[in-house]
């Protein structure tokens, strides 16, 4: 992905700055403003594809001819953007990690017309990616301890956002993908059964039980809702055990209908054949909201296949996230747009014990006693820094960041997110900024 | 994008049948089951991305060695996968047609392992810009001739979706897009005004707006309300007159607040300064209810930014589709399970004048008098047929079925799809295969 991944406006203001030699420093912070329906925290993911692109940030000569000839920016315009690379710094909270509204996703500092540049895909990555992030994790809270399994990739937003779905699934603790170029690129267990076409290219199902059983004897998952769910189960009994595979090799898969029942009946069948140590696998549009039912009614179900509704975010598809300018030259900057006022300079936060709140503060405030700081540096100069980006680190940090969360954060409705607070110093900031913005940009 | 960009059940089951010399011809039919709310019609769209993934579809070396080393499918599956190419044949409406429930967005034929492993890439593609192109063409309906930009790439589910919703909006008719690479890879009008931080950058508004005058005082669009919305009006007017910019190259973008009552202001301060040419665009938050609510309000706006709520559909992200076994070696099939039964047989949609109902048929039926049908090859023997996918017919074809499109299916609440009803053909068959399903699959 080249630099022209970029909004048109972005460009235009990088060659107006860098016309004038506007180049001082300049920090933007990349911050969700409100949390959509039902959402008691984000998880922070995205960041490993920011970085990417920062790194390899440039026009090649092809995208310059078209910034000449059909954007029409003057030739020197044109001269200097094509010497443009990324040679700035970034710090985040790594990925992973459990953040809320106002505390910043990244901060970028690095010469004006570079940071404006990059605006819209870091925009893109993280919004996309820590939306994704967070469905999986309210999956995760839901699952009771249950296996779940990426199966979106048929109905994410394109190719490119399978892996990104898978990634942010597994970075949320899923067990699997049924994405296959996922679970290459990011070595991920792959996940499959079978389909309803499948069955339906056999002339019944019992032949294409048997026909499964024999071409896949080390993990047998039998697609049991084709035709009828129960009448299913009991065929895959019966070929299961006649083609002589243990019970911990063989399950089923329900796809349709009233998956707590049905699963109550296969059960039953299954631990009557013996077969106990069967699982019994579970999909068709679940959602958080539907693992927690069949969870908290003891559906005896070990695995979930959870697809389009996590895959695209299906109740809070984006979030309200911004890209803003903090601080140019040395000088605190904020914008007081009504509902959309930003607050000035590059910022830290301090996280304490589970139940206190965040603290927001100015980035080279000292560290409160007890807390430890969210944002690391990952990037200096334009090159990352080792270990900014691993996905297994990321799992870990969430893992131990959702220990951390409080309950009345972590529920599926209604929840709280956890308070946060601006440390006095940001307050006061703020207050004297607003004053000299107003003051100069005062009705005339 | 390679062949793995598939679910690891599709590959599981294609080798199943190439072992077994499963490999007469299938037919699978994709379409969409329902629509979400609100939605009166669908706007066929991702069919070019189709027809390429199924020219290039090939397992590389390094994705053999996946499959044998990690999947653990046996060398000889791992061959026969080797050696498969798509040399089917797919039928398909041509993107831009307006389709409904039902009514196939693709049918694949060809040997049943091919059929079987591009499942996912069919789903995948069609469903997310059909979905999005329909999102966009509501905005089209809504906007009563104001123009419409895409600026939505900031929030697309990754770069790759930027691309394919730049499009899809272009499909449905936006006069251009913010997202610099998709408008040279397409052909669009880049679009692009300044954003906040470009005012912040300088001491004052008033600086930033002189500083931007100089720099393009071709395309001169003032962001107005960075500190307070009116004063930036007035600061626009007067940077412009002084500048001497031509009024019709000069414009303000409203990005908060109350666009209607800001727009009229606006509208007011722009005409009494003599600058009655210079345009208004709005942004920020805009969707096709918003678009309708400001245009019935005879909001004086001459361009809508449209983004984040397009760009993911953001009311319902994606569709119920489906990819279906309908025929296998001369057979129709069906499926049975609870609420998710399909047709067997391949298909055609036949389709008459305004009101009157659409007509699902068998593929094979004669064209009723009076009508035309909707699917045309697109491909055969795995080569695409020409013109199947130019983006100028996309839109041509979009608009001749928008003005075909009754008044109650336009609606943006409570529309009324087109009824489409089954020949007599399709329900005899139907008949006749649930029976023949049914005493083959019975309880035993």
């Not at 975010?313 to 007081?336: I, N, Q």
């Given at each position: 992905?080249?630099?022209?991944?970029?909004?048109?406006?972005?460009?235009?203001?990088?060659?107006?700055?860098?016309?004038?030699?506007?180049?001082?420093?300049?920090?933007?912070?990349?911050?969700?403003?409100?949390?959509?329906?039902?959402?008691?925290?984000?998880?922070?993911a995205?960041?490993?594809?920011?970085?990417?692109?920062?790194?390899?940030?440039?026009?090649?000569?092809?995208?310059?001819?078209?910034?000449?000839?059909?954007?029409?920016l003057?030739?020197?315009?044109?001269?200097a953007?094509?010497?443009?690379?990324?040679r700035?710094?970034?710090?985040?909270?790594?990925?992973?990690?459990?953040?809320?509204?106002?505390?910043?996703?990244?901060?970028?500092?690095a010469?004006?017309?570079q940071?404006?540049?990059?605006?819209?895909?870091?925009?893109?990555?993280?919004?996309?990616?820590?939306?994704?992030?967070?469905?999986?994790?309210?999956?995760?809270l839901?699952?009771?301890?249950?296996?779940?399994?990426?199966?979106?990739?048929?109905?994410?937003?394109?190719?490119?956002?399978?892996?990104?779905?898978?990634?942010?699934?597994?970075?949320?603790?899923?067990?699997?993908?049924?994405?296959?170029?996922?679970a290459?690129?990011?070595?991920?267990?792959?996940?499959?059964?079978?389909?309803?076409?499948?069955?339906?290219?056999?002339?019944?199902?019992?032949?294409?039980?048997?026909?499964?059983?024999?071409?896949?004897?080390?993990?047998?998952?039998?697609?049991v809702?084709?035709?009828?769910t129960?009448?299913?189960?009991?065929a895959?009994?019966?070929?299961?055990?006649a083609?002589?595979?243990?019970?911990?090799r063989?399950?089923?898969r329900?796809?349709?209908?009233?998956?707590?029942?049905?699963?109550?009946?296969?059960?039953?069948?299954?631990?009557?054949?013996g077969?106990?140590?069967?699982?019994?696998?579970?999909?068709?549009?679940?959602?958080?909201?539907?693992?927690?039912?069949?969870?908290?009614?003891?559906a005896?179900?070990?695995?979930?296949?959870?697809?389009?509704?996590?895959g695209?975010?299906?109740?809070?598809?984006?979030?309200?996230?911004?890209?803003?300018?903090?601080?140019?030259?040395?000088r605190?900057?904020?914008?007081?747009?009504?509902?959309?006022?930003?607050?000035?300079?590059?910022?830290?936060?301090?996280?304490?014990?589970?139940g206190?709140?965040?603290?927001?503060?100015?980035?080279?405030?000292?560290?409160?006693?007890g807390?430890?700081?969210?944002?690391?540096?990952?990037?200096r100069?334009?090159?990352?820094?080792?270990?900014?980006?691993s996905?297994?680190?990321?799992?870990?940090?969430?893992?131990?960041?959702?220990?951390?969360?409080?309950?009345?954060?972590?529920?599926?409705?209604?929840?709280?997110?956890?308070?946060?607070?601006?440390?006095?110093?940001?307050?006061?900031?703020?207050?004297?900024?607003?004053?000299?913005?107003?003051?100069?940009?005062?009705?005339?």
């Amino acid at each position: 992905m080249t630099a022209l991944h970029t909004d048109l406006y972005e460009i235009r203001m990088a060659a107006s700055y860098l016309r004038r030699g506007m180049t001082e420093p300049a920090t933007f912070s990349l911050f969700v403003r409100d949390l959509p329906g039902d959402r008691g925290f984000l998880v922070a993911a995205g960041l490993a594809d920011c970085l990417s692109f920062l790194e390899s940030l440039y026009f090649d000569e092809s995208e310059l001819a078209y910034l000449r000839d059909t954007v029409h920016l003057r030739e020197s315009d044109v001269d200097a953007l094509g010497r443009i690379r990324f040679r700035g710094e970034v710090w985040a909270p790594p990925e992973g990690t459990i953040v809320f509204p106002g505390e910043p996703l990244l901060e970028v500092t690095a010469p004006l017309p570079q940071a404006q540049l990059v605006e819209t895909a870091m925009l893109n990555h993280l919004t996309f990616q820590s939306t994704v992030a967070t469905k999986a994790a309210r999956c995760r809270l839901a699952a009771a301890g249950a296996e779940l399994v990426d199966f979106a990739a048929r109905r994410t937003h394109g190719p490119g956002a399978a892996f990104a779905v898978a990634r942010a699934c597994a970075l949320a603790g899923f067990g699997g993908t049924s994405h296959v170029a996922s679970a290459r690129r990011f070595g991920l267990r792959p996940v499959g059964t079978m389909a309803h076409s499948y069955i339906q290219a056999f002339p019944g199902e019992i032949e294409a039980f048997r026909a499964f059983a024999e071409d896949f004897p080390d993990n047998t998952v039998f697609l049991v809702d084709t035709y009828d769910t129960i009448t299913g189960v009991r065929a895959a009994i019966d070929v299961a055990r006649a083609a002589g595979i243990p019970d911990e090799r063989a399950g089923i898969r329900l796809d349709s209908g009233d998956l707590l029942a049905l699963a109550r009946q296969a059960r039953r069948l299954l631990d009557d054949a013996g077969m106990t140590r069967s699982v019994i696998m579970a999909s068709g549009g679940l959602d958080e909201y539907e693992l927690s039912r069949l969870t908290a009614a003891g559906a005896p179900i070990d695995s979930y296949g959870v697809g389009t509704k996590v895959g695209v975010s299906a109740d809070a598809p984006a979030l309200d996230s911004a890209y803003k300018l903090v601080e140019y030259a040395g000088r605190p900057v904020m914008k007081l747009s009504s509902g959309k006022a930003t607050l000035p300079g590059a910022k830290q936060v301090f996280r304490t014990a589970p139940g206190e709140p965040d603290v927001l503060a100015s980035r080279d405030e000292p560290v409160p006693r007890g807390h430890r700081p969210l944002l690391v540096p990952v990037m200096r100069n334009g090159r990352r820094l080792r270990g900014s980006d691993s996905l297994a680190d990321a799992r870990r940090r969430f893992e131990r960041d959702l220990r951390w969360l409080p309950e009345s954060a972590r529920r599926l409705r209604g929840p709280r997110p956890v308070e946060v607070r601006r440390s006095a110093h940001l307050e006061d900031l703020t207050a004297r900024v607003r004053a000299a913005a107003r003051a100069l940009n005062s009705p005339r």
